[in-house]
């Protein structure tokens, strides 16, 4: 391992062993802005003010405060005249689980065969650290830049992307931007939007033993959910994007939570659904929206007592816009230009299974997005999270390159 490979290994481990979980992100946070002060970056460390954001349409947050858990924003100012490029990474991870699942501490950092583990480590401290690694080789080459380089380094990815609104809000904009969340080191340039919802079913309560006096919520609820099973095939059966065909449902319609009932010989009269709604990188939030709303009138019109008692539909917490990328654009070329200078070949380009901050960024700002990074899908979220340290060196190379030739 080199001199600069083993002090990228010892930045990634002291952030993964900095638990950063939502609310208590400042640590992990401390470790970013001495490395930036390190290579003498501008810094910019500010705690989000909630009233400052909660006109903004992009909006989505139940945190009441973000008070002692900064956002940073730090310039390499380039000499002037040419593009200008974000590199966002967001330093919040999800809760570790339960910790029984893991092989050793959620937040060891331990090294075993060339992988890291701990959580965050492959969402995303990795990238954000191969960030780091490509700014401070550029400066070790003492490369003059003409265009200014932002990296970022923002919380509440996680919940809906709160800091990195924040930052767009505070005036930093490029000419283009890279994310590095786990894709494996493919090329994303289309991400699925997403929002949470929650549909409220009222049904009649009962003594079980005379179950037929009452109307049972959750079985209404069973026509809900399979009404939008069909929304789902139906929305997905309209996606022809090639850069799709290896992701078997491109939008999603998940139910993630169901609550109902509280005895068992008793007919339930309410049930409540949650779940995430995957939005295409074409579309708007507000068509998806509707069309949700079109589905629940429509099973209605079927069910004497649901066109009675119409199921709510809110739409609550997270909230991730949908990010779109034309695959003739310059600053793809340009990526796409660094990967194969340094692998050889061409990069994988395809779209993304999940939703990230891009969509704030390119909706937001209109800043052309790239999300780019090592780690993979498979070990987000998951126990025993990993990276491989060779991806997060090779994602540097990359990201170098491409803020080389992008802001020269």
Not at 200 to 223: D, F, P
Request: hydrophobic share 40%; net charge negative; glycine share 10%.
């Amino acid at each position: 391992m080199s001199e600069h490979e083993a002090m990228g290994t010892k930045l990634l481990q002291r952030l993964v062993q900095e638990r950063s979980i939502r609310g208590h992100e400042y640590n992990a946070q401390a470790v970013m802005i001495e490395k930036c002060r390190e290579l003498g970056l501008e810094l910019d460390i500010w705690d989000i003010n909630r009233k400052e954001l909660e006109h903004h349409a992009f909006f989505r947050c139940d945190r009441d405060s973000f008070e002692g858990n900064p956002n940073i924003c730090a310039v390499w100012k380039g000499k002037g005249g040419g593009k200008s490029i974000i590199l966002n990474g967001h330093i919040d991870v999800v809760p570790e689980g339960d910790e029984k699942d893991w092989t050793d501490d959620p937040y060891s950092g331990m090294i075993k065969d060339g992988k890291l583990y701990g959580r965050g480590s492959t969402d995303m401290k990795g990238g954000s650290v191969s960030l780091l690694l490509a700014i401070q080789a550029l400066k070790e080459l003492d490369v003059t830049l003409k265009g200014d380089v932002i990296f970022q380094s923002v919380i509440e990815e996680e919940s809906g992307g709160a800091g990195t609104l924040a930052a767009l809000l505070r005036g930093y904009k490029a000419e283009g931007a890279i994310i590095p969340e786990p894709t494996n080191m493919k090329m994303f340039i289309k991400q699925q939007g997403s929002m949470w919802f929650r549909i409220t079913i009222k049904g009649k309560s009962a003594h079980g033993g005379t179950r037929y006096e009452g109307v049972n919520a959750i079985e209404k609820s069973m026509k809900v959910i399979s009404a939008l099973q069909n929304l789902e095939t139906l929305r997905n059966g309209r996606i022809n994007d090639p850069l799709f065909k290896d992701i078997p449902i491109p939008i999603p319609i998940n139910i993630g939570k169901i609550n109902s009932g509280s005895w068992p010989s008793s007919v339930p009269d309410t049930a409540i659904i949650e779940g995430r709604m995957g939005v295409a990188p074409s579309e708007s939030m507000e068509a998806a929206e509707q069309e949700m709303e079109e589905c629940l009138a429509s099973i209605i019109k079927e069910d004497e007592w649901l066109l009675a008692h119409p199921p709510k539909l809110e739409w609550f917490g997270g909230r991730w816009q949908p990010g779109d990328l034309d695959i003739n654009h310059s600053f793809l070329h340009c990526m796409e230009d660094a990967f194969s200078n340094i692998y050889g070949v061409k990069p994988v380009i395809e779209a993304s299974p999940w939703g990230t901050d891009g969509g704030i960024l390119s909706k937001g700002g209109d800043i052309p997005v790239i999300v780019f990074g090592p780690g993979t899908t498979e070990a987000a979220h998951e126990a025993n999270e990993f990276i491989e340290l060779k991806k997060v060196f090779e994602a540097a190379e990359v990201i170098a390159l491409t803020i080389w030739h992008w802001c020269k």
